[in-house]
């Protein structure tokens, strides 16, 4: 149980254009779910945290305009990259929550994207 | 503030030997979960263990136990007879109040054959 996906694994696009990723839950219903930035060999950055039904919440020095989420079901939520450019490049990481009681709600991530901007 | 550290960029480990990852973290919370997640090269993050701040006994799950000590503050990964698949990048992750997962820089494991 607790699986996580995320659409599509990997992307390449021209500058300027707009990238969306999708992260679903597939076997359970995630009131909040997370985006998360991976540079090579770092570890994970958060960049916002997504509620279902609520404007997402983004971390300091993240751009919401460019950077845009829709958390529009419990088992959807949506990261865009708007106008994207060869510094947006990176791996991108969803992960929701299980909802369970207290601090053993674990967060299951999704496989990731990997975006490159030419 | 919160914070995580893991202290070793890059451990390597004989197959079927054990292997103990390092792993402190600082909070002025009173209750606080603890996590250990495995990346692969294909970049997925795969759950392994959970240690509650209340939890009195070390948590463990088939080849892996998290060494536990509360007053150190710390709570090392163990990994059991080592195996090549277990060669990865492992993140230890903090939760205290809130939503927000606090993640270490990540321990590099190489298995040898």
């Known amino acids: 149980g607790a699986v996580v996906s995320q659409h599509p694994s990997w992307v390449i696009c021209k500058s300027g254009t707009s990238v969306k990723i999708e992260c679903r839950s597939l076997d359970f219903q995630a009131t909040t779910m997370f985006w998360y930035r991976q540079f090579p060999k770092q570890s994970l950055m958060l960049m916002a945290t997504?509620?279902?039904?609520?404007?997402?919440?983004?971390e300091q020095g993240v751009e919401k305009d460019k950077f845009l989420i829709n958390h529009a079901s419990l088992t959807l939520s949506t990261l865009t990259v708007t106008s994207a450019h060869p510094e947006d490049s990176s791996f991108y990481i969803c992960s929701a929550r299980t909802g369970l009681a207290g601090l053993t709600d674990t967060q299951y991530f999704g496989p990731g994207t990997r975006l490159t901007v030419l | 503030a919160q914070k995580i550290t893991q202290t070793q960029p890059g451990m390597f480990v004989q197959e079927k030997e054990a292997v103990t990852l390092d792993c402190t973290y600082d909070?002025?919370?009173?209750?606080?979960?603890l996590f250990w997640y495995k990346q692969p090269s294909s970049g997925e993050m795969i759950f392994l263990i959970y240690?509650?701040?209340?939890?009195?006994q070390n948590a463990t799950e088939g080849r892996y136990s998290l060494n536990f000590q509360k007053a150190r503050k710390s709570a090392n990964l163990v990994i059991s007879a080592s195996q090549l698949g277990d060669s990865a990048m492992y993140f230890c992750a903090m939760r205290a109040k809130g939503n927000q997962f606090y993640f270490g820089t990540g321990t590099s494991l190489t298995v040898i054959p």
């Open positions: 909070t002025s919370d009173q209750s606080y979960g």
């Open positions: 997504s509620n279902e039904g609520s404007k997402a919440t983004y």
């Open positions: 240690q509650g701040s209340y939890d009195e």
